[in-house]
């Protein structure tokens, strides 16, 4: 048994210390105190925030129906609240985020919007959009995938299963928002 007495350790910063007692084979106490430096492992989030330009903030997140190399990928939806675009990354098995550019609904010329426009009656499902689609915004399905996240998010569409990877959507009755008037040049 051992007794410290009289003995006082202060610090000349507020971070978190490590204080640690050994005692030797010859009986002598070695007492060790160390700044334990708290690292903070950057988020998913705060990754993709950094590469992202101003304006943009975490929208939706969303799961990838299907694992692929043990990994079920994840999309982050990011949403600049001035512009109304949007912009979402898919991190999969790989995990270097896939950039998907969705625009903003209201330009004609965005994915979304081109999406959102070639929805069908009824239910269908993602598959069936690839051949309504141009080859830019088909890819390899996932900017229709995220461009379904989004509308869902934003009640255009609705879930009606989602057994397994044949995920089954329906549109709802929203209107289309109106494009953005094109400038004139005079």
Known sequence: MFQLE????SSRDDLPKELTLEIGLDG???MNVKSKVE???LTEVEKLQKILPPGFELYHETF???IIKGVRGKYYHFRNK????????????????????LGNIRDPESKIRQVLKQLPDGTFRKAELVHRLPQSIVENRQPIKAALDILEKDGFVKAVSRKGI????????KAVPEPLSQRTVS
């Open 6 to 9: 009289g003995t006082s350790l």
């Open 28 to 30: 002598a106490l070695v």
């Open 39 to 41: 690292t903070k492992d």
């Open 64 to 66: 990838a129906a299907k």
């Open 82 to 101: 001035n512009s109304g675009e949007i912009i979402s990354y898919n991190i999969g098995g790989g995990s270097k985020p896939y950039r998907i550019t």
């Open 166 to 173: 044949s995920e089954e959507y329906v549109r709802t009755g």
